[in-house]
């Protein structure tokens, strides 16, 4: 079995062991339920998984291959070594830290795309000459399944209920004009022609730079690569994670599904009101409703690891 391989399957051991999904629910948008395991070991498992990812997370698949030879034995090494030299540093504080939210989006995305055709751009996606991210996308990604291409733009929320709707609100009002999505789209298809994983994909690449070097008008280049994007019928997609704090739905194990049905309810009567201008894209919202155990302790436990990683 090969390195990517066995790494994969970690993965997958990993995901299930520890995070659950239901059946979504539809209204004006997508609603998915997801919990954690109900078990005295709930964070370190949970933990265990997101860190896992972290290689995933700051390396492509070639680069792990091309830069390591890699052996699975010697997966923790990698992973630290990704938290020295490629993850952002963004905070020292842990109640500030995204990075938790990210990488559970990331690993839910991969899980559910694991036979598509996948070309990953999120961790590529950073301001020349620092170590600071662009501010636009917490995911992207764009996906081959059956022919059909989609680009998928997401966002991640994690801290307090009330925090993650108000500011997911927020975004979905503002990150997704044309100034945004072309910006996004021009840097991806500009760095990624090489690991391009599909035929298809590469062609949309090399079409969309063949739009941004023919203007030097960044307005009309967006608006241009806009119009490609709706001409061309590429599906966007935009999930955006809820990872809140929410502790009593943990109490008893036979209320958890009542009372995350609860939670759906909550977020369903939340979005279902609102309305967003996409750019006039033809895509689709949905919202991975994922109430924690405690996000306060998961994120110190990432923060702590990190910290041990960097410092000794």
């Not at 990812?53 to 890699?70: G, H, R, T």
């Not at 996906?143 to 927020?170: D, M, P």
């Not at 036979?254 to 967003?276: A, G, H, P, R």
């Amino acid at each position: 079995m090969s390195f990517i391989e066995a790494y994969k399957k970690i993965l997958q051991q990993g995901y299930t062991k520890v995070i659950c999904r239901y059946d979504s629910v539809k209204g004006n948008y997508e609603y998915l339920p997801f919990l954690h395991a109900h078990n005295e070991t709930w964070k370190d498992d949970l933990v265990d998984v997101l860190i896992n990812n972290l290689l995933n997370y700051c390396y492509e698949p070639y680069e792990i291959e091309a830069l390591y030879k890699p052996n699975i034995s010697q997966l923790k090494k990698y992973i630290n070594n990704a938290i020295r030299v490629r993850l952002n540093k963004k905070t020292t504080q842990e109640q500030k830290d995204g990075l938790c939210g990210e990488l559970l989006l990331d690993l839910i995305l991969r899980i559910e795309n694991q036979n598509n055709k996948l070309l990953l751009c999120r961790p590529k996606y950073q301001q020349l000459g620092s170590r600071a991210e662009l501010k636009n996308y917490d995911a992207l990604l764009f996906r081959e399944e059956a022919q059909n291409i989609s680009l998928i733009l997401g966002q991640v929320k994690t801290g307090g209920y009330n925090y993650c709707t108000s500011n997911l609100e927020t975004d979905l009002n503002t990150k997704y004009n044309s100034t945004y999505f072309g910006d996004a789209v021009c840097y991806i298809a500009d760095r990624r022609m090489l690991d391009c994983p599909s035929l298809a994909l590469q062609n949309i690449l090399r079409q969309i730079n063949e739009i941004a070097m023919a203007t030097d008008d960044m307005q009309t280049r967006n608006d241009k690569i806009c119009e490609y994007i709706k001409n061309n019928h590429i599906k966007i997609e935009i999930p955006c994670l809820m990872f809140y704090e929410k502790n009593t739905l943990y109490n008893s194990t036979n209320d958890i599904i009542l009372q995350l049905d609860k939670e759906i309810e909550k977020v369903k009567n939340y979005f279902d009101t609102k309305s967003f201008n996409i750019s006039n894209f033809d895509y689709i919202i949905s919202f991975y409703v994922f109430p924690a155990k405690s996000i306060t302790e998961l994120r110190k436990s990432l923060m702590d690891y990190k910290k041990e990683v960097l410092h000794g």
